[in-house]
């Protein structure tokens, strides 16, 4: 059974920072791109950051370009966002996904990703 669970999400208080993880199993982790994506209350899928199998390659979207970084170790099976100098706009649902082939630019259409978590709420607000 294919398994992606987040963590790490929360309350924070604009300019701080949290770390989101994504715990996969159930596929061969290390051939898929994973990306995060996220949703904010009343608006539809946005990509954020995509990271190739192999963790060489990665990009973000320009909302968070400069503000966040993903990782990830493939011993592990575990994809990580490190999210600095949030903004009450980051508000939303953090979900990873899974998808086969890395694209530099990530997709919001979910039927584009392969597997899915169930996302991590992350708020930011003072």
């Known amino acids: 059974e294919v398994q992606l669970v987040e963590s790490g999400g929360g309350l924070v208080q604009p300019g701080g920072s949290l770390r989101l993880s994504c715990a996969a199993s159930?596929?061969?982790?290390?051939?898929?791109?994973m990306n995060w994506v996220r949703q904010a209350p009343g608006k539809g899928l946005e990509w954020i950051s995509t990271?190739?199998?192999?963790?060489?390659?990665?990009n973000y979207a320009d909302s968070v370009k400069g503000r966040f970084t993903i990782s990830r170790d493939n011993a592990k099976t575990t994809v990580y966002l490190q999210m600095n100098n949030l903004r009450p706009e980051d508000t939303a649902v953090y979900r990873c996904?899974?998808?086969?082939?890395?694209?530099?630019?990530?997709?919001?259409?979910?039927?584009?990703?392969?597997?899915w978590g169930q996302g991590t709420q992350v708020t930011v607000s003072s």
């Open positions: 159930g596929f061969t982790f290390s051939s898929y791109a």
């Open positions: 990271i190739n199998s192999g963790g060489g390659s990665s």
């Open positions: 996904a899974a998808r086969l082939y890395y694209r530099t630019t990530g997709s919001d259409d979910p039927s584009d990703y392969d597997y």
